[in-house]
Structures are given as structure tokens and as C-alpha cells.
């Protein structure tokens, strides 16, 4: 898992590289789906949760994609999800209270095994 994340936190600063990146804060999410969730919910959870970048003014950018690492280290996780605000107080307070943040949950639980956050302010 700590090489998944390295490889991750690598990548995720690769595409700021030469940006300013004072007061940008990320927030990783991966999950892990259950065996018997169908791909079409799986798609449904995937469409919910990127139409959280409408829904929400206070996210900067949402991004997604599929696991495809060689290396095997995944756990299961194949869905990771990547989210960028301005301050910890618009993911806090605005963005993990928001009613569309809540009707997504709902959404996600049915199908949800595992998650896996992770949230940093961006260094470089």
C-alpha cells in the first residue's frame, strides 16, 4: 500500500508541476466495490459522484480513474477520485456537509466495500 500511495501522491504532483500551487488542497478517495455490485451501479456511483463538481461550487476540479497498476499492491481498491479546493474549510465544512455530498453517500453505501481517503495540502 505505501508504494500505491507514493506512486499516487507522485502523479497527482506531476500535474501541477510548474502551477502555483499555494492554497490547494487535495482530497484522494479510492474505493473498493462489492463483488456484487453490477457494473451499471458501479457506472451510476462513478456518474453520482463526478456530478458532485456541479453540484458543489466549492470544488476546484474533480478527476477519475481505474486502478491499472502493474505492481498489485491495489487491495481491491479500483476507483480512485480526486477533488481540489481552495481551504480545508470548503472541503470541511461546505463540501462534506452539502446535501448533494449527502445524496451521494446514500448512493455509494448499497454498493461501498471499502474507502480509502486520504486529504494533504499541496507541497512543492
Known amino acids: 500500500m505505501k508504494n500505491v500511495l507514493v506512486v499516487l501522491f507522485l502523479l497527482i504532483g506531476a500535474s501541477t508541476f510548474g502551477q502555483s500551487t499555494k492554497g ?10 462489492k463483488e456484487t455490485s ?13 456530478g458532485l ?12 480513474g481505474l486502478n491499472n497498476s502493474p505492481e498489485n499492491f491495489h487491495q481491491g481498491f479500483t476507483h480512485c477520485f480526486v477533488l481540489t479546493f ?4 470548503d472541503r470541511d465544512a461546505v463540501y462534506q456537509k452539502h446535501p448533494a455530498h449527502m445524496e451521494f453517500q446514500k448512493i455509494l453505501q448499497p454498493h461501498m466495500e471499502k474507502v480509502f481517503v486520504v486529504d494533504y495540502k499541496v507541497e512543492n
Do not use: C, L, Q
Open 38 to 50: 453490477s457494473a451499471a451501479s458501479v457506472d451510476s456511483v462513478v456518474n453520482a459522484f463526478m
Open 53 to 64: 463538481g456541479k453540484k458543489i461550487p466549492v470544488v476546484k476540479s474533480i478527476e477519475w
Open 24 to 33: 490547494i488542497y487535495r482530497h484522494v478517495v479510492m474505493f473498493k466495490f
Open 86 to 89: 481552495a481551504n480545508t474549510s
